[in-house]
């Protein structure tokens, strides 16, 4: 069955810590890979997204994410997170020619000043 | 630069009672969707829609209606409210083009069933 898991349910890290965030999925064909961010008390926003092309993505704010296609890996970095990093973030998929995407469960980051 | 509407923000319901979430959008989006956050749930799809006069059933659609009579409106239905429906419910959309089905969401609508 299609899926999507987010290793880490929640993340602390002090500013300036460098940050990974794990996402897998379970398919064999193409996909469509997006990293969502959900800030305190605002709705989710794109973050950034890998669809064809460089499997290494630059997203907004100074966030990557590297698509390991042998991994089925899509795993969020940035070097030197901020306290306004604190959010929330989810990894989402859509497989092959499906209309909707997939969303892991989340993984909660609070950066501490 | 309105993007998704929905309405209302915020509701709190007695047990029984129905209600309807209104979603709208205006940027001609084929796509359609509405989920559910529950603490440390993520996102669940309730129901979604590929164009008008088309629906379909996402992970969790019981308790839940819908309906696609245009491209800009999604309601969302509740036609007994039960405590296991208080949630965040988020209406989303979406087209499919060649930068790759980016979904844009609405403001949330908090719900209270009591």
Known sequence: AQSVSQHNHHVILSEAASL?????YSYGGTVNLFWYVQYPGQHLQLLLKYFSGDPLVKGIKGFEAEFIKS???FN???PSVQ???????FCAVKFGNAGKST??????????? | NAGVTQTPKFRILKIGQSMTLQCTQDMNHNYMYWYRQDPGMGLKLIYYSVGAGITDKGEVPNGY???RSTTEDFPLRLELAAPSQT?????????????GNTIYFGEGSWLTVV
Do not use: H, I, M, Q
């Open chain 1, 20 to 24: 990974e965030l794990g996402c897998n």
């Open chain 1, 71 to 73: 991994k089925f890996s």
């Open chain 1, 76 to 78: 969020l970095r940035k």
């Open chain 1, 83 to 89: 306290w306004s990093d604190t959010a929330e973030y």
């Open chain 1, 103 to 113: 969303f892991g469960d989340g993984t909660t980051l609070t950066v501490k000043p």
């Open chain 2, 65 to 67: 209606n819908v309906s």
């Open chain 2, 87 to 99: 949630s965040v419910y988020f209406c989303a959309s979406s087209n499919r083009d060649s930068a």
